[in-house]
């Protein structure tokens, strides 16, 4: 199937994760705004169980099989199970997906973890473009390991790689640090890059500013091209007036609540707490927060999702509280951008940095898992914009130490620093998306490159 002479139409596909679809979705919008016909897929089995709401845009929604099409909502299946059946079932979808549309589609825009994807865009002679929902900086630990650069188990007690600051080993993903005991995750990150040389594009949804170093670097390897941060533009340019939220939505958010309770705060005056939406901290973890924050002096809202709100005292989930309030979920957007939040206690997933960074909100990062590590690295000691909250030994972060890292944030000496870099980050981010900006620019070089090669 030849490409020539076709208006350019992408296909985007996401691997089945709310971190992974929200920013292909955007990225989607934003070629939509630049005129190019694009079409995004998931599983059928995330579409079925999760809502995703494309009637404000232009985008068409399609589905591929990840072979667990019959399961049921909540039905959990195990990595080492569940990834060897998506590459057995996601190739022969997506080739069924890609005939299906057979004379429109020019263009692949593939999630990183789904690299099978671009053997099946070089079967019907279509471009494919690697898209990569973690930092340039991550994804450049998971390259050199996968070239047999860098041996796992870390025999050194420090990482240097190019375009890195010196990482100690317990500051790299998860999945790195303690690779036997997440195997089968272990090679879907590593195995990312086994095919890349041959992609035409690797996209990021990081900003150049931001990853500078390591950019150049990569760029040497690749045809590189960062088109983040990748939110919703009226919480940056507002270029796309109707582009105000994430079009995904797994649990219903109580923004009301949110909202109302916010309302009648000080500025800066509230610690915004929230662990993600696919972990939530151990219990006894848990009990640490709650005694950190019942002891500390600031008013909180903190995401808990259920059941697990079983675990706090009952005046903080109904409300009866004045120092805090614990929601099932929430806009986090609309809470981020709201001006009581004082700072953000976050596991330091990428989007909820990326969100942090782009409101001017500090950070108290107790990253849990995979990425989150290295990213809170980048968060305390790379951009300046907020500080770690430390385990023990038992790797349980006690009351009293997130209290004093939340008191260093919003009250110390070091917090006009971290402010300071919060809003030069901030308006670097936006800087970065506006017309002109290194990554609108990137994303017109794209637009202009898929006319070029169809």
Request: glycine fraction near 6%; charge should be negative; include cysteine.
């Amino acid at each position: 199937m030849s490409s020539s002479r076709k208006q350019p139409h992408v296909l985007v596909i996401s691997y089945p994760a709310q971190g992974h679809i929200n920013p292909m979705l955007q990225f989607c919008k934003r070629l939509v705004a630049k005129g190019i016909k694009t079409t995004f897929a998931t599983t059928f089995n995330f579409i079925k169980t999760a809502h995703i709401d494309l009637n404000s845009t232009l985008i068409t929604l399609e589905t591929f099989s990840d072979g667990f099409d019959d399961n049921l909502p909540d039905q959990f299946v195990p990595p080492d199970v569940y990834f060897p059946k998506l590459r057995e079932a996601g190739p022969k979808s997506l080739s069924g997906l890609v005939q299906k549309l057979d004379g429109v589609i020019t263009t692949l825009v593939y999630d990183g973890f789904l690299p099978w994807a671009l053997d099946v865009a070089k079967q019907f002679e279509l471009k494919g473009a690697a898209f990569f929902t973690q930092t340039c900086a991550v994804n450049n630990i998971y390259y050199h390991i996968n070239r047999n650069l860098l041996q796992v188990p870390l025999s050194n007690s420090v990482v240097s790689l190019p375009g890195l600051p010196q990482l100690e080993n317990s500051e790299t993903p998860s999945f790195v640090n303690q690779f036997d005991l997440f195997p089968a995750v272990f090679d879907l990150v590593v195995d990312q890059f086994d095919n890349v040389d041959q992609a035409d594009w690797v996209l990021y949804t990081s900003f150049y500013e931001l990853e500078e170093e390591v950019i150049d670097w990569m760029k040497k390897l690749w045809h590189v091209r960062t088109i983040g941060p990748t939110l919703p533009s009226m919480y940056l340019d507002k270029r796309l007036k109707d582009d105000q939220d994430y079009c995904v939505n797994l649990l219903k958010p109580k923004s009301i609540e949110c909202m109302n309770w916010l309302h009648n705060k000080p500025k800066r005056s509230v610690v915004y707490l929230s662990f993600g939406s696919l972990t939530q901290p151990r219990p006894e973890q848990m009990k640490e927060i709650i005694h950190g924050l019942s002891d500390g002096g600031f008013t909180f809202l903190w995401v808990v999702k259920s059941p697990e709100e079983d675990t706090v005292p009952k005046e903080f989930v109904d409300g009866r509280s004045k120092k805090g309030l614990v929601v099932s979920w929430c806009q986090q957007l609309e809470v981020l951008a709201h001006e009581s939040i004082g700072c953000f206690v976050t596991h330091c997933g990428l989007n909820s940095v990326f969100e942090a960074i782009c409101l001017g909100v500090p950070m108290v990062a107790m990253p849990q898992w995979s990425d989150q590590t290295t990213n809170a690295k980048y968060v305390e000691d790379v951009w300046g914009v907020g500080v770690r909250a430390k385990p023990g030994a038992d790797g349980i972060v006690t009351g009293r130490v997130l209290d004093a890292r939340i008191r260093e944030v919003m009250e110390g000496e070091k917090s006009i620093e971290i402010k300071k870099n919060a809003i030069k980050w901030r308006d670097l981010a936006r800087e970065a998306t506006e017309e002109g900006g290194s990554s609108d620019k990137n994303i017109n070089q794209f637009v202009e490159e898929l006319k070029l090669r169809t």
